[in-house]
């Protein structure tokens, strides 16, 4: 598979000690030629440990890492040892890591979460293990990230984020990470040589917040110009993030070329031939070249050759055709396909096609133009409706198990849980299973460390899990030891939030408080579920649970960023039951009920804007000053400010945000969206709807996009560090939705 390809590196440890080692674990094979042979060990385990001593400090000197060669049945971890130093196998550094990383969850009993922590209960001597444990990946493509990850979840971030979400990344055992940022450069230089200028070029690509939807011919232009320092810097950028992926044993999925172009491209360029793409949402999409025309596999091999210079190399390589409402026009879909996997093969030969499975892509026609088994499919609705064959829909196309639990990095807690632990060991099992692989696909990673551990493990279980006995597990490890409240909390979220069933959603239902303000406001972004997928209470009696954890279990970052988000959503839920009420008292023309509802409203939007302040990941002033921080210039500051926010907000000009439904897509529970755009928002109609009860007139409307438009453009500074205590206010939350005084809840 594509990681053994490049893992191969130097290592210090002497012949006698790998010749003994190599043949330590049944069915890994003795080095080929005895000891003298085994001077050339697997690969190099010092990524490994620089990733440990980054998450473990001076504790990572009681690992040992031992690299062994990857057998034919693909990748394995294996621990043992006595108190204090502990032994970790594995066939990459990333394995290592996973193997490391299982030890802390099921022998040291902590948790290193995506977000969240408990670390700190890690005894001074670490202790040993029972025996041997070994683990194998069930899998050989365990892979990561949605396209749109790098838009949601924070398109300004520098490389030690990055580097520490694939340390975490790792950990979890996955080895196939979607590598987008800088994806602009090979376009860039490659279409100088076809009749583009700089500048033009400048222009067509979008701000960094945008450019996932360009990369998928959605869009172009938005949030630009970009600069050529930010093109450069970017680009860097991507270059350090593979790097460190490519160290660990792990595979950069880079950006592939289908054709996209900008427009007047056939008029430059005699013999190319291209099919206007139309609008999506509202934007214009650029044209696409057809591959079968003379002229695209030069391009290809431009873009190739550019980003190879800077990113380096790799073979899986990401793209779609016709992604959401593309046209082939006068174009044979298969021919075209085969045409982009030729040259893909023409500058990486044996290069593997990563396509996502969403809608109705890839299609049959699709597939049968390109060699299959050179094709993986990242099937994004696996657990999302039922009656799904994927066998027989892709003809036997190798896919991953995958799941979108999360879409616009919504700050909503849930998934279907119980869909991935029935059907990913359901599919595996089948006779003709073609599935290969896992494939973790929010929009936006880094916000429900529950959903992001179960769904990793499924590729390391070497059967079902057992969701119930996962869950009480899960709650003991993340607080860094046994609690009953803890245990009584997660039983209450496993039957709560993450009890989602296939049919039609694969994330839970967002908040009104985040919603366009209308009485009848069923969700806050036009795609997200429209009424609750589980009872609210569920989500109530945790947070009760959690407030009676043990105080000594309470210090952790794992429980109070749990403790946090756990009364957030409780709190964000009760925005179900008010709105109804409050839709009630207004159409009984009962002005106190109405207002005494109102205020009811607006004190808990005051307390969750409270409430979220009291989290760093909730802070959108460290968003903005990520995105200003880019900047060369002031204009190229405000430019960059405004892409960040029109991403949470408008999304776009009026005609995407309002007509083709974008606007509040990525809506969040935020410091400074609640309290400057959300709560004002919320307030300005409530009294608008006041006014009209008084005077007996109908309400004034108002201009919602005008009023997000001119907050997307403002330039208000936001907090970047919390403030608050998360304990406190998570009480002051369940007091209020008991109705009884924070003191009482002990």
Known sequence: MGSRLIRRCRTTFTVAVLAVLATAVPGVPAPPGGAASAAAPAFDPGPARAALERLLASRAAQFTLVPVEEPDSGDYFSISGTAGEIEVRGTSPATLLTGAGWYLERVAGVDVGWPGDSLGRLPAVLPAVSGTVTRSAAVPHRYALNDTDEGYSGPYRDFAAYQRDIDLMALHGVNEVFVPTGAEYPYYRALQEFGYDAAELRAWIPGPAHQAWWLLQNMSAFGGPVSERLIEDRAALGSRIAGHLRALGMTPVLPGFFGTVPPGFADRNPGAATVPQGKWVGFARPDWLDPTGPVFGELAAAYYRAQRQRFGDTDLFKMDLLHEGGTAGPVDVARAAGAVQRALDTAHPGATWVMLGWQKNPSPALLSGVDRDRVLIVDGLSDRYD?????????????????????????????????????????????????????????????????????????????????????????????????????????????????????????????????????????????????????????????AELLRV?????????????????????????????????????????????????????????????????????????????????????????????????????????????????????????????RDVYAPRWAAYFAGLDTALVRGTAPTAIDWFARDDAWAHGRQTYPTAPTGDPVALAGEVAAALSGTSPAGLG
């Open 550 to 674: 043990a105080p000594a279990l309470r210090s952790s970052g794992a429980y109070r960023s749990d403790l946090l988000d756990v009364a957030r959503q409780a709190l964000t839920n009760r925005s179900r039951v008010l709105l109804p009420r409050i839709r009630s008292a207004y159409d009984a023309k009962d002005l106190e009920g109405f207002r005494a509802l109102v205020r009811e409203w607006n004190a808990d939007e005051e307390l969750l804007g409270r409430l979220v302040a009291a989290d760093r990941r909730f802070l959108l002033g460290r968003w903005l000053a990520d995105a200003r921080s880019w900047g060369a210039d002031a204009a190229e500051r405000d430019r960059l400010e405004y892409d960040a926010r029109a991403i949470l907000t408008t999304w776009a000009d009026r005609g995407p945000s309002e007509t083709g439904g974008l606007r509040d897509y990525a809506n969040r529970e935020w410091d400074g969206l609640v």
């Open 387 to 543: 009656g799904l064959d994927r066998e027989a829909a892709w003809g036997g196309t190798p896919y991953a198990f995958g799941t979108i639990p999360n879409f616009g990095g919504h700050t909503t807690l849930g998934a279907n849980t119980g869909v991935w632990t029935d059907r990913f060991p359901t599919w595996l099992a089948r006779p003709d299973s073609a599935l290969r692989g896992i494939a973790y696909l929010p929009e936006g990673t880094g916000g429900d460390p529950a959903a992001f551990d179960l769904f990793t493990e499924l590729a390391w279980e070497p059967g079902p899990v057992d969701q119930g006995a996962w869950f009480a597990a899960y709650a003991a490890r993340r607080y860094g030891g046994a609690d009953p409240h803890a245990a009584a909390a997660w039983e209450q979220l496993r039957l709560g939030p993450y009890s989602g069933a296939a049919g039609t959603w694969s994330e839970p239902q967002d908040s009104l408080f985040t919603a366009r303000p209308s009485l009848t406001a069923a969700s806050a972004a036009r795609w997200s579920p429209t009424a609750m997928r589980y009872g609210a209470g569920t989500v109530e009696r945790a947070l």
